[in-house]
């Protein structure tokens, strides 16, 4: 099973930028996609971004696409989320999600997904 924790998430201003870190932790090395969702308050739960297990192959919700970049480090067993030019409608929590395959992450076939705790991210104006 794999364990993800979430770090980075704060208070910044619009136009700021912000990183965030998930640590994941599993008995083996199995290979596996991870990525990023987010859920601001009164809305529901969406897709932000994604990479394979190489960290080679990325995939952007259109919101975040040119603003965001998601990275991976598999020695480090992580994936990183940069943020730039935060908007207010970026403000939400933030969750670090794994699965075996992109493609389930970005259709929303999160059956099997696991998830991090989630960290804040906030963009004041």
């Known amino acids: 099973q794999v364990h993800l924790v979430e770090s980075g998430g704060g208070l910044v201003q619009s136009g700021g930028s912000l990183t965030l870190s998930c640590a994941a932790s599993?008995?083996?090395?199995?290979?596996?996609?991870m990525g990023w969702f987010r859920q601001a308050p009164e809305k529901e739960r969406e897709f932000v971004a994604a990479t394979d297990w190489t960290g080679s192959n990325t995939y952007y919700a259109d919101s975040v696409k040119g603003r965001f970049t998601i990275s991976r480090n598999n020695t480090k067993n992580a994936v990183s989320l940069q943020m730039n030019s935060l908007k207010p409608e970026d403000t939400a929590i933030y969750y670090c999600?794994?699965?075996?395959?992109?493609?389930?992450?970005?259709?929303?076939?999160?059956?099997?997904?696991?998830w991090g705790q989630g960290t804040q991210v906030t963009v004041s104006s």
């Open positions: 999600t794994a699965d075996s395959t992109p493609l389930l992450l970005l259709n929303g076939w999160l059956s099997n997904t696991k």
């Open positions: 599993a008995p083996t090395s199995t290979p596996y996609a």
